[in-house]
Every structure is written in C-alpha cells, then in structure tokens.
C-alpha cells in the first residue's frame, strides 16, 4: 500500500504529465477501434446486402445481335428456349439449378374490389431456391413440381400485394383475376428486392400455354454454379457460356447485344475485394495511430525517469535497491497505461455501439439497401491493442529506468 500511495502522490504532483502520457494511450486505443469501427460498418453493410441471396447466380437476357456472323445479318433477336436449358444443363460444367422465366408486365390483379397493377412472372420449382424466395409462416407453400406438370393456374403472391388485395385476410385458398383468367392462391412469399414484391409467380408451363410464350420465347435464364471462387475463374466461364450460347443461336461470342450476363458470384467477388482493400488501409492507419501513441508513451516515460534521475540517486543513498526503484517506474508506467488504455477502449466500444444502435433504430425494416451496418470491432483486437500498449508503456520505463539505476548515487545526485 506505501508503494501504490507513493505512485499515486508521484502522479498527482505531475498531472500534466501523467496526462500527456495517459492522453496518448488512450487516444491511440479510441483511434484505432473507431476506425475498425469505420471499416467493418462498411463491410457489414455491403455483405448485407448480399444476405439471404444466391451469390453463385448467372442471370442471361435475350439481345438483339450488334455483328454479322457466318453469313447472318445483324440486327437479328435472340430467343431462349427449351434448348438453352438443356445446354446449360449439359454442356456447362459446375451448373447446380437452372430456371427459366418469363415476365407478363402490366397484368391488372383483382380480388373483390381490390386490385393492382402487377407483373406476371412464369418459374419451375428451382426457382425459389435459386433467388432464395421465403413463405410467410403459414401461408402457403411456393410453386411445386405437380403445379408445373399438370399447367395449373396456381398463383403465389408477395407479402406486399397481399396488404393491397386482401388487407388482413389469409389469401391462401382464395382466387384472383388476372383479366379473363382466375388464379388459386397457394402462396405469400417474402423477398428483399422491392421491385421483385411486385411481381406474381404462376408455374411456367402455365405461362407458356396461356400467355403464348412458345413463339416468343423465354424472358430470361438464371441458374447456379459451384467452384468459382476467383474473378478469374469467372471471367473464364463467361467465356465459355458466351462461346456455347453463341454456336446455339449463331452469333459471334464477342457481340455483347446479344447475349446479356450479370454473373452475382463476380459482382461480390469484385465488391468484397474492395472492401477488403479498404479495411487493409483502416489497418494499416490504426495501426499507425497505435505506434504514434506508443511513441508518445515511451519518449514522455524517457523524460519522466531523466527528470528523476537525481531522486533515484536520493533513494539508493538512503537504502533503496535498485530492484525495488525499477518496480516502482514499471508499476506506475502499468497504471497510466492501464487506465488510460481501457478507457480509450472503453469510449471507442461505447461510440460504436451507440452509431449502431442509432442505425438500427432508424433504419426501416423494409429497406432494401444499406451501405453501413454494425459498425462494432472484435474485442479480442481491442483488448490486444490496449496489452501490447501497456507492454509498450512497461518497456518505455523499463530500458531508461534500469540506466538510470545504474548510475552511482554520487553520481545521480549530480546528473543534470
């Protein structure tokens, strides 16, 4: 207890000292988890927007060809069939799910009263899978095998257009009227994109009979894919499908117009790389602020234990040991550290916990997009940092303390 009382009487004599060294632990520590703070938010908030889809997805639109090819003139359209699904099934490598659809846009939905303006939207069973569509809790079920096979007129709607066709009621059971044609509701499902909740999904052997889609063919093709892990890889298999698609419908593989590919898989590789670039760079500052703060902690230790030097030459005249000056200089060099340390911690994990409180509470449920979410930090890191600070502030008192122990008394009692 003498000891620590002697510590602490040192420190208040000195405050502006004790401050300086405290103030540079402390603010290196805040720096650091708020800028970690900054990258992960950002991160969160991209991969977010990913949540609940499938990443590895190819989605390919018919064009209208921009090149002659083989004798072809340009100018000629594109149309999906049967035949572009059987080639991707065997001759692309690596394919898990493939569905085509076709897309009715301005059918008007009736229910009683109600009604709205939606689009139509023909899709096998792989569908749901593929664009990871989810069934409201006991409403309904999505688009099955038997629904397709036998061309039923089976609707599933989205959790939107149920609260303007039906209001409260459970539609599942019920019928609406596309036009002419009724449909049996077997289905409310949920999904992230706003525009995709305007949009009603029948069977598409359904929508190939009754809208007459065998002479127009499909409105698009998207289908899953295993194995690509690098853009390079991706880029390769575009080829490929650019090349297979083009033997198909004789067009030339480099005519962009014809053939429309978003590949999802590449598109997060490419925005996950661009994130982690930044996150490098919120390192590779943190850790800049850190070494500034060591810095500042070791040279103001430096000129605390020279200022001392002619009382530590008083304390070995009287009897101290030089083992027990050391354990005072590293005790009260743990204590600034330590206290400063965690309270740089301390503010840093409450202002990130508060911006993503803030967020939470104020952005809607709804929301499609976000580009900054949960901008906490792993503790484990921070308690890292705030050691290898107080480690750093031991050593800084530790080298220029056992220097200046090791100085005669006479000596020390002369040191300027």
Same mark, same amino acid.
């Given at each position: 207890?003498?000891?620590?009382?002697?510590?602490?009487?040192?420190?208040?004599?000195?405050?502006?000292?004790?401050?300086?060294?405290?103030?540079?632990?402390?603010?290196?520590?805040?720096?650091?988890?708020?800028? #970690?703070?900054?990258?992960?938010?950002?991160?969160?908030?991209?991969?977010?927007?990913?949540?609940? =889809?499938?990443?590895?997805?190819?989605?390919?639109?018919?064009?209208?060809?921009?090149?002659?090819?083989?004798?072809?003139?340009?100018?000629?359209?594109?149309?999906?069939?049967?035949?572009?699904?059987?080639?991707?099934?065997?001759?692309?490598?690596?394919?898990?799910?493939?569905?085509?659809?076709?897309?009715?846009?301005?059918? *008007?939905?009736?229910?009683?009263?109600?009604?709205?303006?939606?689009?139509?939207?023909?899709?096998?069973?792989?569908?749901?899978?593929?664009?990871?569509?989810?069934?409201?809790?006991?409403?309904?079920?999505?688009?099955?095998?038997?629904?397709?096979?036998?061309?039923?007129?089976?609707?599933?709607?989205?959790?939107?257009?149920?609260?303007?066709?039906?209001?409260? =009621?459970?539609?599942?059971?019920?019928?609406?009227?596309?036009?002419?044609?009724?449909?049996?509701?077997?289905?409310?499902?949920?999904?992230?994109?706003?525009?995709?909740?305007?949009?009603?999904?029948?069977?598409?052997?359904?929508?190939?009979?009754?809208?007459?889609?065998?002479?127009?063919?499909?409105?698009?093709?998207?289908?899953?894919?295993?194995?690509?892990?690098?853009?390079?890889?991706?880029?390769?298999?575009? *080829?490929?499908?650019?090349?297979?698609?083009?033997?198909?419908?004789?067009?030339? /593989?480099?005519?962009?117009?014809?053939?429309?590919?978003?590949?999802?898989?590449?598109?997060? #590789?490419?925005?996950?790389?661009?994130?982690?670039?930044?996150?490098?760079?919120?390192?590779?500052?943190?850790?800049?602020?850190?070494?500034?703060?060591?810095?500042?902690?070791?040279?103001?230790?430096?000129?605390?234990?020279?200022?001392?030097?002619?009382?530590?030459?008083?304390?070995?005249?009287?009897?101290?040991?030089?083992?027990?000056?050391?354990?005072?200089?590293?005790?009260?060099?743990?204590?600034?550290?330590?206290?400063?340390?965690?309270?740089?911690?301390?503010?840093?994990?409450?202002?990130? =916990?508060?911006?993503?409180?803030?967020?939470?509470?104020?952005?809607?449920?709804?929301?499609?997009?976000?580009?900054?979410?949960? /901008?906490?930090?792993?503790?484990?890191?921070?308690?890292?940092?705030?050691?290898?600070?107080?480690?750093?502030?031991?050593?800084?008192?530790?080298?220029?303390?056992?220097?200046?122990?090791?100085?005669?008394?006479?000596?020390?009692?002369?040191?300027?």
């Amino acid at each position: 207890m003498e000891l620590w009382n002697e510590i602490i009487n040192t420190l208040r004599k000195n405050k502006m000292r004790t401050f300086l060294t405290g103030f540079s632990v402390a603010w290196g520590i805040f720096m650091l988890v708020i800028l #970690l703070g900054a990258g992960n938010g950002l991160k969160n908030g991209v991969t977010q927007n990913f949540e609940g =889809e499938a990443n590895n997805a190819i989605f390919l639109w018919p064009g209208t060809t921009s090149k002659t090819f083989d004798g072809l003139q340009k100018g000629r359209d594109i149309r999906f069939s049967d035949d572009d699904v059987a080639m991707i099934n065997k001759q692309m490598p690596s394919v898990e799910r493939v569905s085509a659809t076709i897309s009715i846009p301005g059918v *008007t939905l009736s229910y009683g009263k109600e009604y709205g303006a939606y689009s139509i939207k023909g899709v096998n069973e792989n569908y749901s899978s593929i664009e990871n569509i989810g069934i409201v809790p006991g409403m309904g079920r999505f688009i099955n095998n038997m629904d397709i096979r036998e061309n039923r007129k089976t609707m599933i709607i989205s959790d939107k257009m149920r609260e303007v066709l039906f209001k409260k =009621e459970n539609p599942v059971g019920k019928y609406v009227n596309a036009g002419k044609i009724s449909y049996l509701i077997v289905g409310v499902y949920t999904i992230k994109e706003a525009r995709e909740a305007n949009e009603a999904i029948i069977p598409f052997t359904t929508a190939q009979s009754v809208y007459n889609f065998e002479a127009k063919g499909y409105s698009n093709i998207v289908f899953t894919v295993t194995g690509l892990e690098t853009e390079q890889a991706n880029k390769e298999y575009e *080829t490929l499908l650019r090349n297979r698609m083009g033997r198909l419908h004789f067009f030339a /593989p480099d005519d962009d117009n014809a053939l429309y590919i978003w590949n999802k898989l590449q598109h997060y #590789l490419q925005t996950l790389g661009i994130f982690n670039a930044i996150n490098l760079f919120v390192w590779i500052i943190g850790i800049g602020t850190l070494i500034a703060g060591i810095v500042g902690v070791s040279n103001i230790m430096l000129i605390t234990v020279k200022e001392r030097t002619k009382e530590f030459g008083i304390r070995k005249a009287i009897g101290a040991s030089p083992v027990s000056i050391l354990k005072m200089i590293l005790l009260e060099s743990v204590l600034i550290t330590s206290v400063f340390g965690l309270t740089g911690m301390f503010a840093g994990v409450m202002l990130t =916990e508060a911006a993503n409180y803030i967020m939470v509470q104020n952005t809607p449920k709804d929301a499609d997009m976000t580009i900054f979410a949960n /901008p906490t930090v792993d503790l484990r890191i921070v308690f890292s940092a705030t050691l290898l600070l107080i480690l750093a502030g031991m050593l800084a008192g530790y080298f220029p303390a056992r220097k200046a122990v090791s100085i005669k008394p006479i000596e020390a009692l002369h040191y300027e």
